[in-house]
């Protein structure tokens, strides 16, 4: 299917709503991903994980997870497979969470935190084999930021991971999810949160966000090649990857002249 070209681009609410907003929700953030999802979020995040296993890490690469939240990715990255990965947010409360938890699972020296915006990162460029974001590039004010950035600190060669909600794929179905996302989701959000606003941002958000086609055209115009996706539960989610590539190699023949065969 071609892209579609959209001339005004995604953008994401203003940053200092979205840090306040999980701010407010980051002490129930875990239990109502879990819950709300059937715990299938774990399940995506491991696709993840598995993708990044099959890249064939060495001892010594780093992974780079912005928009880490309360770090399960991050933890799960380093638990499966033994990287030293660091989780960055610029939402201080979920950082605290994530601390904890990695402090809880004795994963703190492997698991680093920073508090950083996704769209201007405090990491030296070519620092990091591989870059995860799981449900985050949704909520920045520019993806291309941060697609620009994620090039900027991988190493050549390095993989970009993105998960991130989509569109269900299968009629029947995606008239029941609808109707439980839009529906069901926000109430229970709600009441488990005790905050309004979060979970009836979420449908909106996804309905707003680019296509499984839209943003693989995205990473691709960022920079990045071998640009795959693949739909997880119909769908519900995407994960896509791309890699950086290798920088070009030197013109052979400079000034134009080729060899005479
Ligand atoms: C839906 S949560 C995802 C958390 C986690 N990755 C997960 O899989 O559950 C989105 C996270 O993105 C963070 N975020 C949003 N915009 C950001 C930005 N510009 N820079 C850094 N973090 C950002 C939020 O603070 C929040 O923790």
């Known amino acids: 299917?071609?892209?579609?070209?959209?001339?005004?681009?995604?953008?994401?609410?203003?940053?200092?709503?979205?840090?306040?907003?999980?701010?407010?929700?980051?002490?129930?953030?875990?239990?109502?991903?879990?819950?709300?999802?059937?715990?299938v979020d774990r399940y995506w995040r491991a696709r993840a994980v598995s993708l990044i296993a099959s890249q064939s890490p060495r001892a010594g690469d780093r992974c780079l997870d912005l928009c880490t939240g309360t770090g399960d990715l991050a933890i799960a990255i380093t638990r499966r497979l033994g990287l030293e990965t660091v989780g960055s947010d610029f939402c201080h409360a979920m950082l605290v969470e994530s601390a904890r938890k990695t402090r809880r699972l004795g994963k703190e020296p492997r698991v680093r935190l920073a508090?950083?915006?996704a769209q201007a990162?405090?990491?030296?460029?070519?620092?990091?084999?591989?870059?995860?974001?799981?449900?985050?590039?949704?909520?920045?004010?520019?993806?291309?930021?941060?697609?620009?950035?994620?090039?900027?600190?991988?190493?050549?060669?390095?993989?970009?991971?993105?998960?991130?909600?989509?569109?269900?794929?299968?009629?029947?179905?995606?008239?029941?999810?609808?109707?439980?996302?839009?529906?069901?989701?926000?109430?229970?959000?709600?009441?488990?949160?005790?905050?309004?606003?979060?979970?009836?941002y979420l449908p909106e958000s996804v309905r707003?966000?680019?296509?499984?086609?839209?943003?693989?055209a995205m990473v691709g115009a960022a920079g990045f090649r071998h640009v795959r996706y693949r739909n997880l539960t119909g769908g519900v989610a995407a994960l896509h990857w791309g890699a950086k590539p290798h920088a070009p190699t030197a013109d052979p023949y400079p000034g134009g002249s080729t060899p005479s065969m």
């Open 1 to 39: 299917m071609t892209p579609s070209v959209d001339p005004a681009p995604y953008r994401g609410p203003d940053p200092r709503a979205v840090r306040g907003m999980f701010g407010a929700i980051a002490h129930r953030y875990d239990l109502l991903n879990h819950l709300l999802s059937a715990s």
């Open 115 to 117: 508090e950083a915006d």
């Open 121 to 200: 990162l405090p990491f030296a460029g070519s620092s990091f084999r591989f870059a995860t974001v799981a449900f985050g590039i949704r909520n920045v004010e520019s993806p291309e930021a941060v697609l620009a950035e994620i090039h900027r600190v991988l190493v050549p060669g390095g993989v970009a991971v993105i998960l991130e909600f989509s569109r269900p794929v299968v009629p029947g179905f995606r008239a029941t999810f609808d109707f439980y996302f839009n529906h069901v989701l926000p109430r229970v959000g709600a009441w488990v949160s005790g905050v309004d606003g979060p979970y009836r």
């Open 208 to 216: 707003r966000f680019p296509s499984q086609e839209d943003l693989a």
